[in-house]
């Protein structure tokens, strides 16, 4: 079987194409939309995701409030920092970028953001707007996978979806994008037992546990739609949590990494700043 490979270049491409154009209607209207993103510390990943973002907003029109602190920060510090993004109306959208240093509290950081500013979709707010299928912004990276199986004309509705990982970021918001999707959805973690039998009975598999080249031909049903939200950077590159080369003959559809779910993320991000900015000024 050879699979179609989901390509997350193309799709980010359409949303970024779809985002310009409500900015330039936003503009038009004497509103720049802006974005605030708050990095603490010197992860290279993380700083790396901020410079791209930081260009993201550069390429599209998005005015970029970038706020860098040292790792050493205080709670303090980091509170009047968001304190002072909700305070300032040129900023529509806050990003706390993940993972803080450990001896900051995340959860107090991203329940300060005001939930109108909430454009990584994971405050309490946002995430009970999500349980309870109200509208609202949604995590980045979930809502990705949900465009990218869209247009890629995934069918959903009575699918049987296994996710792998059920973090805050993406699986546990991802399930629940599905549930209302019409999927049976199954959230599998470190303590489900035969993981592989679980796995192999997906029409829809996605992986988002963070654990390089994992998912083998052994977790794969034929024909399923393989979708691979790991991002890993080891000695010869970035991989994901699938093994491409063994799964990709037994997968119907099949996402890259990179070049899969990664560049859906930021366009998502942006896509919600739109969004954000849109209800601010009440044009949405």
């Known amino acids: 079987m050879t699979p179609t490979i989901i390509d997350g270049k193309l799709v980010s491409a359409l949303v970024e194409r779809e985002t310009l154009a409500r900015i330039e209607a936003l503009t038009a209207a004497g509103v720049t939309p802006g974005l605030g993103v ?3 510390g010197d992860d290279p990943a993380s700083e790396s995701y901020v410079n791209m973002k930081e260009r993201d907003c550069a390429r599209l ?7 860098r602190l040292r790792a050493d920060a205080t709670q303090d510090g980091l509170d009047a920092v968001i304190d002072a993004l909700n305070g300032d109306p040129r900023v529509h959208g806050i990003l706390i970028q993940q993972p803080l240093p450990r001896h900051l509290d995340v959860e107090e950081a991203v329940a300060r953001v005001d939930p109108s500013k909430d454009v990584d979709g994971l405050h309490p707010d946002s995430l009970g707007r999500l349980m309870r299928g109200l509208p609202g912004l949604r995590a980045c990276t979930p809502a990705g996978v949900m465009r990218m199986l869209q247009e890629y004309g995934v069918t959903l ?4 979806a296994v996710v792998i990982g059920r973090s805050l970021l993406v699986g546990r918001p991802l399930a629940m994008m599905l549930l209302e999707a019409d999927c049976t959805v199954t959230c599998c973690h470190s303590r489900t037992v ?6 192999r009975e997906a029409d829809l598999l996605v992986s988002a ?4 080249g994992m998912i083998g ?3 794969v049903k034929k024909g399923a739609v393989v979708i691979d939200v790991g991002i890993n950077r080891t000695p010869g590159g970035l991989v994901g949590d699938v093994d491409f080369e063994a799964v990709a003959p037994l997968a119907s559809a099949i996402t890259p990494v990179p070049g899969g779910v990664g560049p859906m993320t930021r366009a998502m991000l942006m896509s919600n700043t739109v969004t954000a900015a849109a209800l601010a000024a009440g044009a949405a």
């Open 38 to 40: 708050v990095l603490v």
């Open 61 to 67: 029109g998005i005015t970029s409030f970038d706020t």
């Open 157 to 160: 509705s009575g699918a049987r």
């Open 194 to 199: 035969d993981l592989r039998s679980v796995c």
């Open 209 to 212: 546990i963070g654990r390089p």
């Open 217 to 219: 031909a052994g977790f």
